[in-house]
Nanobody
Framework: QVQLVESGGGLVQPGGSLRLSCAAS????????MGWYRQAPGKKRELVAA???????NYGDSVKGRFTISIDNAKNTVYLQMNSLKTEDTAVYYC?????????????????WGQGTQVTVSS
């Protein structure tokens, strides 16, 4: 069984920064990857960023250049540093366990999710 626990959400003004953390515990394969998704009200859940244990990364187009994903393999923890936040970044952010397809490089999610953390960007 895998558990994912997020922290670090909150309220921030446009242009501000936040850092999210996700601690994973349980039976995790060394080939697994971790990702962050977000879901705004009335919208589909979308991939924000993903990272493998060897630090290969994948970002959604809307966050490239503003968000940075990183991983501490010793702590089984993944971080999402969010800079230059915009009102449209407002959403519930979910941590996820998944994998990268070795041929396409695309990230796919397993059905392991954190409880979600709210990020609100507002003045």
């Amino acid at each position: 069984q895998v558990q994912l626990v997020e922290s670090g959400g909150g309220l921030v003004q446009p242009g501000g920064s936040l850092r999210l953390s996700c601690a994973a515990s349980g039976s995790i394969s060394s080939s697994a990857a971790m990702g962050w998704y977000r879901q705004a009200p009335g919208k589909k859940r979308e991939l924000v960023a993903a990272i493998s244990t060897n630090s290969s990364t994948n970002y959604g187009d809307s966050v490239k250049g503003r968000f940075t994903i990183s991983i501490d393999n010793a702590k089984n923890t993944v971080y999402l540093q969010m800079n230059s936040l915009k009102t449209e970044d407002t959403a519930v952010y979910y941590c996820n366990l998944g994998f990268f397809n070795r041929y396409s490089g695309k990230y796919y999610s397993y059905d392991y999710w954190g409880q979600g953390t709210q990020v609100t960007v507002s003045s």
